[in-house]
């Protein structure tokens, strides 16, 4: 039988699964399993939380399948963060989960945040956090609002990679790193924190570290008991290791539905619009999510009644052009945090074809990456030299090369594109270790390289000079045209 870990990154649109050599961590099976997200109102977005179990029973029968020699000794789950859900004392699901792309929280997370003096931001947080909707506080004080029934039954809020854990292992736990804005910087609960809504004591679980065991599995969701569990975190950090970060030269870019940037260093420098994670092992992670990756190119090719393939062909045949694409679908995360923001495009004329435009939302998507690269080099001072490419939307070569020209780095591409599976499969591999990072490091493979045009550099450096202030110009107009205040 060959050892094999196991890694699941339940996502935003599908679960990902994967086995990998306990030996060298090469990739033995994967599959995927895609679910819906469910918007039953403007700006809602939600998913159903049995998607997900179901998810993983099809994906070990599937894998059970491929790789029948394979002996699984143990499990590592990550999945979307600020995505979540209230389920009662058996951990049933009581809600539907608010994902992350969820909007409804806006009004109670500008109560929240408008709250704040700047003097009480830094108390708390050490730094210049801002609530936004997707907070997990703000979803407790939404539920407690709107759905009193579920509210009273509730035993805790989960986010997917917790509830599924809870399900394998019967056990109601969270991990420090995707508490996002609930824990210190010495991987405790800020108590203040927890204190501002009703029941936010009460429905976080306890934290365990992201590398200790949760439990062992029970027998259920078609898994055979008695196979160690890490306690896992979101798919952010799963992919630093699947990506194999170690200082502040590399940063991570994860082409899938949104676009995640990353920097893992030595230093934490307090940063407006990026998040700066407590440090692990000396090591402080300094990342930011955009709202809308690889969906905005979903969304304007299914607009045109084109597949993503056609829409990427015609950008790539299509000449220069002066078009700008802010792609702020369903508002934005980092670094703006701004529910907002919508998608424009700017300088489109008569002679303007669906070629450009499309064009225009590659490079919208590269520049709101660099606009958070920056931040996370701020963050983390230092210069990164190299960005480390994985996720669905790395296949393409073509935008690969934008991203690479856009950020005037050497992009490498990665061999294993879920690099969120891939990572917290190694993190269940190695939990304990005290080298985790460099373990985790020596197993990653490059499959390609793309290195910056320089005869590009004066035409995107002004383009992104450009994107950054057609935002900055239309923020109060944003909030105007949706008529709510920040």
Request: glycine share 10%.
């Amino acid at each position: 039988m060959v050892r094999a870990l196991l890694g699941i990154d339940i996502g935003t649109t599908s679960i990902k699964a994967l086995l990998i050599s306990a030996h060298d961590g090469s990739t033995l099976a994967a599959v995927g399993y895609p679910y819906p997200t469910h918007r039953p109102h403007t700006g809602w977005a939600e998913q159903d939380p049995h998607d997900w179990t179901r998810a993983v029973t099809a994906a070990w029968n599937a894998l059970n399948e491929k790789r029948s020699d394979a002996e699984v000794v143990a499990i590592g789950i990550c999945s979307q963060v600020n995505t979540h859900l209230l389920v009662d004392k058996d951990s049933q699901p009581l809600t539907t989960a608010i994902t992350w792309k969820d909007l409804r929280c806006a009004d109670i997370a500008n109560e929240l945040d408008g709250s704040m003096s700047e003097e009480r931001r830094i108390d708390l947080w050490g730094g210049p956090f801002k609530i936004d909707s997707s907070f997990s506080l703000c979803r407790i004080e939404w539920w407690r609002r709107n759905d009193s029934a579920a509210f009273a039954q509730a035993a805790a809020a989960l986010l997917p990679k917790d509830y599924v854990i809870a399900a394998l292992c019967g056990v109601q736990i969270a991990d420090p790193l995707s508490a996002i804005g609930l824990v210190g910087g010495d991987g405790e609960y800020i108590a203040d924190v927890l204190a501002l809504v009703e029941g936010g004591v009460e429905l976080n679980p306890p934290l365990k570290k992201f590398d200790s065991i949760a439990g062992v599995t029970n027998g259920s969701l078609g898994i055979p008991a008695g196979i160690p569990v890490v306690v896992g975190t979101m798919d952010a950090w799963g992919n630093v290791y699947g990506s194999g970060l170690l200082d502040a030269s590399l940063a991570m870019e994860v082409s899938g539905t949104s676009e995640i940037l990353a920097v893992l260093g030595d230093k934490s420098i307090p940063t407006p619009g990026i998040i700066s994670f407590p440090a692990i092992r000396g090591r402080s992670l300094h990342a930011g999510p955009t709202q809308a990756g690889a969906d905005a190119l979903a969304w304007f090719a299914q607009m045109h009644g084109k597949s993503i393939d056609e829409t990427l062909a015609a950008a790539q045949a299509s000449d220069p052009s002066r078009i700008i694409f802010l792609p702020h679908l369903d508002g934005e995360r980092a670094p703006h945090w701004n529910p907002n923001a919508q998608g424009v495009f700017l300088g489109v004329t008569r002679e303007s074809g669906f070629g450009e435009m499309a064009q225009a939302v590659l490079e919208g998507v590269a520049f709101a990456a660099r606009q958070i690269r920056e931040g996370c080099e701020l963050a983390a001072g230092g210069e990164v030299k190299v960005i480390r490419l994985s996720g669905g939307g790395a296949k393409s070569t073509y935008w690969n090369q934008i991203k690479a020209d856009i950020h005037n780095r050497t992009l490498e591409v990665l061999d294993e594109l879920d690099t969120g599976a891939r990572g917290i499969a190694l993190v269940a591999g190695g939990a304990g270790r005290s080298d985790l990072e460099e373990w985790a490091a020596s197993l990653v493979h490059i499959s390609a390289t793309y290195t910056p045009d320089p005869a590009k550099r004066a035409f995107y450096d002004e383009k992104y000079g450009i994107y950054v202030d057609t935002y900055n110009a239309l923020v109060g107009i944003f909030d105007r045209n949706t008529g709510r205040t920040r």
